[in-house]
């Protein structure tokens, strides 16, 4: 049953509209172990973008690099159009605290998506059902508990011992705790919502931390609107962990079988 009180996900991504300045501040209840859960960072910016009065179309592309940590309170987001043609809009933001220190620099592409040919390459993941799969319980960091996490394959098993190889690979149901109608910014939400591969490769928590993030969106609002959901299947997969910094890929697919977003990141580790 769908929430109609205000969900904590819009109350932690709210922005207040300036001129080219908009402002926002961090929400506890998607707080980290040392910062805000990137994925809600991310939805932020997202939202700066959709409810942009000069925005047209729908969100195609967002890069998002995690310049510096973000501190718990109030920031200011410089929102800057920086080409626009008949289809597409390219858009620059800049995340600012501290009298102008640069806490993230992002980068997205909307686009008017059109009619036309159309055909999956990717084939749907099996997956044992939400409601026949295990929740996973719940986490010390506040932004975990806001997610019913259901894993399917590759559920992280820290202090395990293990002799088998290392192996990253998750697939897995996600859902807002509190149900929410999935939308853009859920779908940027969760592209980041995977702990950590290395996590799942060494067994442990070790300190980790997101540098970039790309989310390609395969669908615009009217086909989440006809999708009518409010939980994806997710796998993602690392391939290969070196000199401190390790890759991540994923999927996030609709029950019905459609392809909502592909996303990728490179992140930082320490082991």
Same mark, same amino acid.
């Given at each position: 049953?769908?929430?109609?009180?205000?969900?904590?996900?819009?109350?932690?991504?709210?922005?207040?509209?300036?001129?080219?300045?908009?402002?926002?501040?961090?929400?506890?209840?998607?707080?980290?172990?040392?910062?805000?859960?990137?994925? #809600? @960072? =991310?939805?932020?910016?997202? &939202?700066?973008?959709?409810?942009?009065? /000069?925005? $047209?179309?729908? *969100?195609? +592309?967002?890069?998002?690099?995690?310049?510096?940590?973000?501190?718990?309170?109030?920031?200011?987001?410089?929102?800057?159009?920086?080409?626009?043609?008949?289809?597409?809009?390219?858009?620059?933001?800049?995340?600012?605290?501290?009298?102008?220190?640069?806490?993230?620099? #992002? @980068? =997205?592409?909307?686009?008017? &998506?059109?009619?036309?040919?159309?055909? /999956?390459? $990717?084939?749907? *993941?099996? +997956?044992?059902?939400?409601?026949?799969t295990l929740p996973y319980p719940k986490t010390a960091a506040s932004w975990v508990k806001q997610y019913d996490f259901r894993f399917v394959e590759g559920e992280p098993?820290?202090?395990?011992?293990?002799?088998?190889?290392?192996?990253?690979?998750?697939?897995?149901?996600?859902?807002?705790?509190?149900?929410?109608?999935?939308?853009?910014?859920?779908?940027?939400?969760?592209?980041? +919502?995977?702990?950590?591969?290395?996590?799942?490769?060494?067994?442990?928590?070790?300190?980790?931390?997101?540098?970039?993030?790309?989310?390609?969106?395969?669908?615009?609002?009217?086909?989440?609107?006809?999708?009518?959901?409010?939980?994806?299947?997710?796998?993602?997969?690392?391939k290969i962990f070196h000199k401190s910094y390790g890759d991540q890929n994923g999927e996030l697919w609709s029950p019905s079988g459609r392809l909502l977003a592909t996303?990728?990141?490179?992140?930082?580790?320490?082991?």
């Open positions: 049953m769908l929430t109609k009180t205000p969900h904590l996900f819009d109350d932690a991504t709210t922005v207040t509209a300036g001129d080219s300045r908009w402002q926002g501040k961090t929400s506890d209840d998607y707080w980290a172990f040392v910062g805000p859960f990137g994925g #809600a @960072t =991310a939805a932020t910016i997202l &939202r700066a973008l959709i409810d942009h009065p /000069q925005r $047209a179309g729908d *969100p195609l +592309a967002l890069t998002v690099n995690y310049c510096a940590p973000v501190a718990q309170g109030a920031f200011d987001l410089d929102v800057r159009l920086v080409k626009a043609n008949r289809s597409s809009q390219h858009w620059s933001v800049e995340m600012t605290q501290g009298g102008g220190d640069v806490a993230t620099l #992002a @980068t =997205a592409v909307f686009a008017e &998506r059109r009619p036309s040919w159309s055909h /999956q390459q $990717a084939k749907f *993941p099996d +997956a044992t059902p939400f409601e026949q098993k820290f202090g395990a011992p293990s002799s088998a190889a290392p192996d990253a690979y998750s697939k897995l149901w996600i859902a807002d705790r509190v149900p929410r109608k999935i939308d853009a910014l859920s779908l940027i939400a969760m592209s980041d +919502a995977f702990f950590g591969r290395i996590f799942h490769a060494k067994r442990e928590l070790v300190p980790f931390g997101t540098v970039s993030l790309t989310t390609y969106f395969h669908v615009d609002a009217a086909d989440l609107a006809a999708e009518d959901i409010t939980r994806v299947l997710a796998e993602a997969d690392a996303t990728t990141q490179i992140a930082y580790f320490k082991a």
